[in-house]
């Protein structure tokens, strides 16, 4: 096969996924198809696009596709392998940790999920030590074909909602290694904000940050971050998936017709706060620009809507306040993470991979950017940071009820 030119994949792992061939392919058919007989026909590979540098690089998705004869006769039948590559050096309590993923599928705490947010269903795992974990997949169809109505996306929050919501107050018993408190990583932003304070007429610096007011209002952003991370211990601590939006997300239903919320992309959960959750859909969303930015607040009404509505599915009745702060301090911290990242724009030739990432003309990202900012901007206004809403009852307990429906 040709090199995928992704970094972080060998040629070892390369010369591996080449070799797939019929007989390995059979039993992984077998389950998706739920046909002890079935026996793979023929079949073809194709590479599938892997978000921003294939995660934290290392990780190749490709979708397998065929035919099988069956009891019944032809069935046709498409699963997806997903290789995490070994990364050296990444501990499991670390961010990032190249198997988070596959330890999260093999754990109770993906088995176990009960409710309509559901993690993709996995067929096998496949570990070479010192090498990769393949994870084989279900191949997932969106029911809205990616382009989901407001309505979908406060479906979409509720079912985060009653995932997280049935959390809150056991995290203390989670005690797998590689679950840890997911924090923000402020590396790279420092560089960007220095950029744009010393030269603010930079072309791609003033497309962005046009006004001296924008600028002002990032360095005021940049120098309150210890508070904004730190405020977020006044939040609920709960289990998140902390990448929930659209591109990993799968409006299905059963055969029932109950309405779902199939997830991908489990390496970034981790111990997080209420309302981190609900901030990713909406950042990400407006970020990969799947939803206008012109209409975010539309947007935030009806996840955060969906949202409270899913943790009071599941019993927790906590102020309306806190899920909103919690709400608030995701976007805020998410995004000050995300300004490091702009230093990519500043290499010309990075601008095409910008703008098939996001599937938007480069110019219209710059665009979209600004706009962006501006939003968080306003949010930073809504955050009270002085006062601290009340999150627990008088004897120091969650006021959580219990877990399900």
Known sequence: MASLNLPGIGSAIEQRIASVDGETLTPIVRTVL???TATVAEWHRTPLHCGAGGG???TALFRFEGTAATRSGRSDWSVVLKVLAHRPGEAPSGHPYWKREAEAYRS??????EGPLVPAELYDVDEFPGEAVWLWLA???????DDWPLEQYRRAARHLGQFNGGYIGETDRIEEPWVVERTFDFGTTAGVVALVDQVPDDPIVRRQFPTAEDRERLLAAWQARERFVDARETVPRTFCHFDAFG?????????????????IDWDQCGLARVGDDAGALVLLTLMFFDWPIDRADELERAVLDGYREGLADVGWDGPAAVVSRGY????VN?????VGALRVYLDDGLHDWVADLVDRPFEDVLAGNRELHRYVFDTIDELELGETPSVLPDDG???RLKRGY
């Open 334 to 338: 998410r995004w000050l993470e995300w």
């Open 139 to 145: 191949d997932l169809t969106d029911e809205y074909d």
């Open 397 to 399: 307990a969650p006021n």
């Open 34 to 36: 739920d046909d002890g």
């Open 108 to 113: 109770d705490l993906l088995e176990d999920v």
């Open 56 to 58: 934290y690089f290392g």
């Open 328 to 331: 608030r301090l995701h976007v």
């Open 247 to 263: 591109r990993n997300l799968f409006a299905t239903s059963t055969a029932d017709g109950t309405l779902r919320t199939v997830a």
